[in-house]
């Protein structure tokens, strides 16, 4: 596989974990409370930082040859 299409995926990666984190954020919020609730909004808020670096990464890093 080239470097266009590794970019490809991984950078579908990142927009997964951008919707995974909306949906458990949505989640944690309707439906749990307590001790569930907050580690369900750390995890959802580690996931989305993860996916803003990533793509952040394949953003900058420029067109492949």
């Known amino acids: 596989m080239d ?4 970019k490809m995926w ?5 927009i997964a974990l951008m919707f995974l984190s909306v949906i458990v954020t ?3 919020r ?3 409370s307590g001790i569930i609730q907050k580690m369900l909004l ?9 996916a ?3 793509v952040f990464i394949i ?3 420029g067109p492949v040859d």
């Open 10 to 14: 991984i950078s579908f990666i990142g």
């Open 52 to 54: 803003g670096f990533i």
């Open 26 to 28: 949505i989640f944690a």
């Open 30 to 32: 309707e439906k749990l």
């Open 59 to 61: 953003v900058f890093s």
């Open 3 to 6: 470097d266009g299409m590794t």
């Open 42 to 50: 750390s995890l959802s808020f580690i996931s989305m930082i993860v």
